[in-house]
């Protein structure tokens, strides 16, 4: 099995910071790229940010210069630090790898996610 866990959500003041992490486990051969995502309510999952092995980055214009995405590749892990967090930011937020458990066998994973609550 793979699992993808999720912690680092909870509240915090707008203008706060936070950060997420996401460890993949299980029976990995490697992983590809890794990303995180979002959920409001009454809102379509967006891509907040990517980084792929390589470690190149993409970030959702919303989100640029206030979060950064970064990964270990030796624990398997991917964070998302946040700041200047504001009210919008509030969401459920999932990560996702592209993992493969052997050198010719990929799936896509999904965290549990996380909840995040930007509020005074």
């Known amino acids: 099995q793979v699992q993808l866990v999720e912690s680092g959500g909870g509240l915090v003041q707008p203008g706060g910071s936070l950060r997420l992490s996401c460890a993949a486990s299980?029976?990995?051969?490697?992983?590809?790229?890794m990303g995180w995502y979002r959920q409001a309510p009454g809102k379509q999952r967006e891509l907040v940010a990517g980084?792929?092995?390589?470690?190149?980055?993409n970030y959702a214009d919303s989100v640029k210069g206030r979060f950064t995405i970064s990964r270990d590749n030796a624990k398997n892990t991917v964070y998302l630090q946040m700041a200047s967090l504001k009210p919008e930011d509030t969401a459920v937020y999932y990560c996702?790898?592209?993992?493969?458990?052997?050198?010719?066998?990929?799936?896509?994973?999904w965290g549990q996610g996380t909840q995040v609550t930007v509020s005074s």
């Open positions: 980084i792929t092995s390589g470690g190149s980055t």
């Open positions: 299980g029976s990995i051969f490697s992983i590809g790229t």
């Open positions: 996702n790898a592209n993992i493969w458990i052997n050198p010719r066998w990929d799936t896509y994973y």
